[in-house]
Each structure stands twice: as C-alpha cells, then as structure tokens.
C-alpha cells in the first residue's frame, strides 16, 4: 500500500489529474449503464410491443379484406345454385328430363 503511495506521490499533478478525470469519467459511465440497463431492456420491449401491435393491426385488416372477399364469392355460389335450381325446375316442368332420367333399354 506504501509502494502504490510512493508511486502516486512521484507523478506530478496535472497528470495525476488527468489520469483521475478519465478514469472517473470512465468509472461513471460504467456505473450509468448498469442504473440504465433497465431502462434499455424497457425501451426494447416497448419497441417490439408497438411492432406486434402494428403487425396485428394489418393482419386484422388483411382477415378483413379475405372475408369480405369470402362473402362476395359465397354470394355468386349461391347465386349460382339458384339459377341451376331455376333451369332444373323449368326443365322438370316440361318434361323434358323424362327420357334423360330413365334408363335407356337396350
């Protein structure tokens, strides 16, 4: 503990002062970043949270979209059933599937 004495009291002043500022300096920036690590973690999750949302909220928009289009699709189906339905019915009713629904004799 003398020798490290000794040897502070032979570097001049303004060097020890330096070495003292930059070594402090650096001291307290280390200490800051382990009081902020916290803080930075906190910041990262804040991040990814508002880009999770921001990706829900486009995916919620993209659902919509595909139902939209789902239900324009199922309209021209069933559209589509009815009229079949329709020229079924008339076809029936003048009987003109009689020879198509009975069986051919050979």
């Known amino acids: 503990m003398i020798e490290l ?3 502070l009291g032979s570097i001049p002043g303004p060097w020890l002062a330096l ?3 930059i070594f402090g300096g650096g001291g307290l920036k280390v200490i800051e970043w382990f009081l902020n690590k916290g803080k930075v973690k906190e910041d ?3 991040q990814l949270r508002n880009e999770l949302r921001q990706e829900l909220k486009e995916l919620r928009e993209r659902v919509d979209e595909l139902e939209a289009e789902n239900d324009k699709w199922r309209a021209r189906a069933f559209k589509a059933e009815e ?3 329709v ?11 009689k020879d198509t629904l009975s069986p051919k004799a050979d």
């Open 44 to 46: 990262i999750a804040t």
């Open 19 to 21: 070495f003292g500022t």
């Open 87 to 97: 020229r079924n019915a008339l076809i029936a009713s003048h009987g003109c599937m």
């Open 5 to 7: 004495l000794d040897l």
């Open 83 to 85: 009229e079949v339905a």
